[in-house]
């Protein structure tokens, strides 16, 4: 009967795929709760590789349910895309249900990400112009369109006239752009519609039977903490829950269903937007972990920001999803480059040193990040599978990465493949 989460523990792209396709193997469903296509989760099985956005990583097992919560927005266009490549590749989609209530991306609220990133000028975010924040917007604004109205062609041609006759207001007199052909998008969105039908079902239901089954869930994360709305780096974050707690109210189960909760790191920190990143390398060390670790956006292609793995990010995520063990990624990234440092604590302007992050981007201006070196080491580590065949250095470095976030390490990554880990 366990129900794990797993929860990016940075700023993103933390190789939760990974994880999540290898404990999909032991699970029964496994549910999104939150994001949509901005996500890129990668995973590789005996070479190929399979970058997933909206569906669930647990599609590539036969048999396992996979499930889109009610908290997701979802882009029909990019997700129909996305399950004809699957299709294409041998792999069943049967098995994926979307939730009625889960919010529908429309091309208006890509058109207006786009627009107000260039509004914002050298203030952007830097989003991943998928419409993601306006498609919040709306759900919070109470406008939005929802999958049930999606397959509901009456209700979804009245809702795409009242909602987008106002967003084609928006987009040509506040922004001075183009607007929408209404009846183009009823008619390429009902065409969405009649392909998606057969997958709504009611998650929040099928996830409560499947617990009272003793069915094994797992909840998948997107995003990360840092990016999350309320504990991320605001402005600089994404504008959903990605917190172990975003999986409660963005599945609909009660939070005592949830057994296990796994965060996941890499061995260093990489961030894809604009926003603080106080151990971020600005030079040939980071440009070699960037490039030995391929860290280019798997949504965007954008290169990642690189820098030293953040004990200071890493414990306030500890604390705000209230994890039960870490998965830390990528170890072999970090072979041959030299002394490895972990930053331990921020040394604030005045002088006062803190452990805990900062709660605006005002307060953390002017952090300096205090470091702790250890040993590096240059041999490939990409065969091991106990902890105890990794170089000492290695072993040191996990064993005091764990004591500075206060969490354990119950699983190590050395390789992108679903093979390449070691569990403790
Ligand atoms: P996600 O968004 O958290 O699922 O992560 P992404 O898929 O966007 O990015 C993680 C990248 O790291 C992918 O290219 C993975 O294949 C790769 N990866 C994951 N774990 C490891 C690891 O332990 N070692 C190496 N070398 N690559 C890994
Ligand atoms: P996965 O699930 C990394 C970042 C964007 C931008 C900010 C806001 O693969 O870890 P948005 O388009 O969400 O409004 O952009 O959030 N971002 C991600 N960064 N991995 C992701 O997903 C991300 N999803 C959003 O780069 O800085
Ligand atoms: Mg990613």
Known sequence: ???????????????????????????????????????????????????????????LYKNTLCLIGAGVVLDPKDFTGELRELESRGISTDNLKIDPRAQIVMPWHIALDGLSESFRGSKDIGTTKRGIGPAYCDKYERCGIRMYDLVHPDILAEKIQSTGTLKNKIITEVYGGEPFDLDAVTKEYTEYGKILAPHMDDVSVLTFNAHKEGKTIMFEGAQATLLDIDFGTYPYVTSSHPLSAGVCVGTGVGPKVITNIIGVAKAYTTRVGKGPFPTELDDEIGDRIRNTGGEFGTTTGRPRRTGWFDAVIVRHSVRVNGLDSLAINKLDTLANIGTLKICVAYKKPDGTVTEHFPPALEELDGCEPIY?????????????????????????????????????????????????????
């Open 1 to 59: 009967m366990p129900a794990n989460i797993v929860v990016g523990t940075q700023w993103g792209d933390e190789g939760k795929g990974k994880i999540i396709d290898i404990l999909a193997s032991r699970a029964d469903v496994v549910v999104r709760s939150q994001g949509g296509n901005n996500a890129g989760h990668t995973v590789v099985n005996n070479g190929e590789v399979y970058k997933l956005h909206l569906v669930p990583s647990g599609i």
């Open 372 to 424: 702790e070196e250890f040993e590096g080491f240059t041999e490939d580590i990409s065969d091991c599978r106990t902890f105890e065949e990794l170089p000492e250095s290695c072993q040191k470095y996990i064993l005091r990465l764990e004591e500075l976030v206060g969490c354990h390490v119950g699983m190590i990554g050395v390789g992108p493949d679903r093979t390449q880990v070691i569990e403790r």
